[in-house]
Structures are given as structure tokens and as C-alpha cells.
């Protein structure tokens, strides 16, 4: 081989090999911000935030294809400007976390926390969540008033709120965080409906029936996480109350949540009442198995039985209302 030949193969060698190391920073990057922003669920997020939007054209008419599509990227985009916002907050608590094979890696598919790992850096997320919130705030401004106004006050104060519950969580005696901070969950589908409608006594409804939801939802989140919120000495609902007085908190707000899903259902049709009570059973059957072992690894069992009512009553409130 000429010494000619010699270089040639060390230079295509050489170029392989940063190519290589290229693609696996970019693939270790991608897969960090895959898990920041939950990416696997981002699915639900519009769904969620759509069945407002559309209940909503039951009652005001104005459905466009169009106007779903936008009111899908406002829901999108807000949502992850939240979940961004959540870790940024919480980024020097998360370093304290003991255990990730749980919670951690349910809701993120490699399993990361990627601020406090080092993954993504503070000054990233920070200008992440400018970004999603600029673009959340510009598909807002382009519904017509006064919905944008509705829709832009509600973003306020959802990131607003978070910022409170995030805050209030580290040193509290009551759960005022988790009490007043699930209302930016519960307002979130309401939020979809004022994209068209007013604030009437549908909207109304919505925030009752969900609300409570949101509240079982959270209990059942803080049990599966109880090791590392100690760590992180956070006042969450197990630490404060007990592993019994979680489940019991799970079990009492279901049954809230049943109550105003009966009175929500008398004004909906027929298609949406089957996706709320096929909801239903399956958060029935995810309160019996946390009320029946009262720890963890029950809560973690049936924690996708929380995500799949929840879906499928988006999908039933705007299947009927689009059939």
C-alpha cells in the first residue's frame, strides 16, 4: 500500500469515526429531550384539550377542520411549555431522586430526569420553554376575540399555578399545592372549549368533572414517588398523610369524580356517556387495587388505568360531538 493510499485510509477512518461520535451525541441529545418533554404521551395532550374545543361546537357551531388543527398545536405546545416548566423548577430537588425505575421511568421513555443528569442544560430548558410558549401564546392570538383572551389569561395562569405548586409543595403543613395547583390540569380542557365557546355551565361542568380527576390522579402519582419525594423532602400527599391516607384521598376524590361525571353526562350524548363510563370502570378498578395493598408498586400497576380513562373520555366527548 503507497503512502498515498495510507493517508487516504487514515482520513475516510478518521472521518467514520467523528461521524460516529457525531451521531451518538445527537442521538444522546434527541433521547434527552425526548424524555423532558414526555414525548410518548404527547398524544393526549391535544386530544384532551380538542374534546373542549369540540363540545364546544355542539353548542356555538363554527367547526373547521382548520380551526381543530390549530386548537391542537395550542394544546400541544402548552402543554409541553408545563411539563418543560415542571422540571426546570424542581431541577436541584431532582438531584436528590433515590429511585428512578418507577415514576421516572413510567413517564419517560429513557428513563431520565435530563436537567438535574446534565443532560440538557438549565439555559436550554429556559429558552425551551420562551420558545413553546411564544408559539403557544402566537396560535392563541390568532383566534378571534374574545376566545384569544380567555385562552391567553388561562395559559397565564396554568404557568402561573404550576410555578405555585412547584413552590409551595417543598414546605407546606396542607396541600394547598396539590388543591389549588391541579386546577391548571382541570382548566386545561376548558381551556379548548373557550378556543369557541364562553364561559357557561358547560364549562362549568367540565372543570367539575375533571377537577376532581386530576386531584385522584395526582395522589396516585405522589404514592408511586413517595421514596423520592422524602428524599427530596417535599410535602407531598403519602408524606403528609400516610400511605393509607393516600389511597383514601385516591378513593374519596373518585368518588367526587363520579358524582360530577353523572351530572356532566346529562349533557352530553350518547357516544360521550359510553367513554366516560368506560372511564370510570377502570378508574373503579385502579382505586380497588391501591385500597386493597395501599403501596407503590399497586399504584404503579394501575396507574395506566388513570391515562386510559382519561383518553377515553376526550375521545368519547369529541367522538360525539364530531359524529
Wanted: charged share 15%; net charge neutral.
Amino acid at each position: 500500500m503507497t503512502g498515498e493510499q495510507d493517508t487516504a485510509l487514515f482520513l475516510i477512518t478518521a472521518c467514520i469515526k467523528q461521524g460516529c461520535q457525531s451521531f451518538k451525541q445527537m442521538n444522546a441529545t434527541l433521547r434527552a429531550y425526548i424524555d423532558l418533554t414526555r414525548l410518548q404521551f404527547s398524544f393526549a395532550w391535544p386530544l384532551l384539550f380538542c374534546s373542549g374545543y369540540l363540545l364546544a361546537t355542539v353548542t356555538y357551531g363554527g367547526f373547521a377542520w382548520l380551526d381543530l388543527v390549530r386548537v391542537a398545536l395550542i394544546g400541544f405546545f402548552g402543554f409541553e411549555t408545563g411539563l418543560v416548566l415542571n422540571d426546570y423548577i424542581d431541577r436541584e430537588f431532582d438531584k436528590k431522586d433515590t429511585e428512578s425505575g418507577k415514576l421516572t421511568k413510567y413517564w419517560r421513555m429513557f428513563g431520565t430526569r435530563p436537567i438535574p443528569a446534565g443532560l440538557v442544560s438549565p439555559r436550554a430548558a429556559v429558552t425551551l420553554i420562551l420558545v413553546l410558549a411564544a408559539i403557544t401564546a402566537c396560535l392563541i392570538a390568532t383566534l378571534p376575540a374574545p376566545h384569544s383572551v380567555y385562552v391567553l389569561i388561562l395559559m397565564l395562569y396554568c404557568l402561573a399555578i404550576e410555578i405555585f405548586y412547584q413552590e409551595e409543595k417543598r414546605n407546606q403543613k396542607f396541600p394547598y399545592a396539590q388543591l389549588i395547583g391541579r386546577t391548571d390540569f382541570a382548566l386545561f380542557p376548558v381551556a379548548g372549549y373557550l378556543c369557541i365557546g364562553s364561559p357557561d355551565l358547560n364549562a362549568v361542568l367540565y372543570f367539575a368533572f375533571f377537577y376532581p380527576f386530576a386531584l385522584a390522579h395526582l395522589g396516585a402519582n405522589d404514592l408511586i414517588d413517595v421514596v423520592n419525594d422524602r428524599a427530596r423532602g417535599m410535602n407531598t400527599i403519602p408524606t403528609m398523610f400516610s400511605m393509607n391516607g393516600t389511597a383514601y384521598w385516591i378513593a374519596g376524590f373518585t368518588a367526587v369524580h363520579v358524582l360530577t361525571a353523572i351530572i356532566f353526562m346529562v349533557r352530553l350524548d350518547g357516544i360521550a356517556r359510553i367513554g366516560i363510563c368506560a372511564g370510570l370502570v377502570l378508574l373503579l378498578y385502579a382505586n380497588a387495587v391501591i385500597l386493597k395493598d395501599k403501596s407503590p408498586d399497586a399504584a404503579l400497576k394501575v396507574l395506566p388505568c388513570f391515562h386510559v380513562a382519561m383518553v377515553l373520555y376526550a375521545a368519547g366527548i369529541a367522538a360525539g360531538a364530531l359524529l
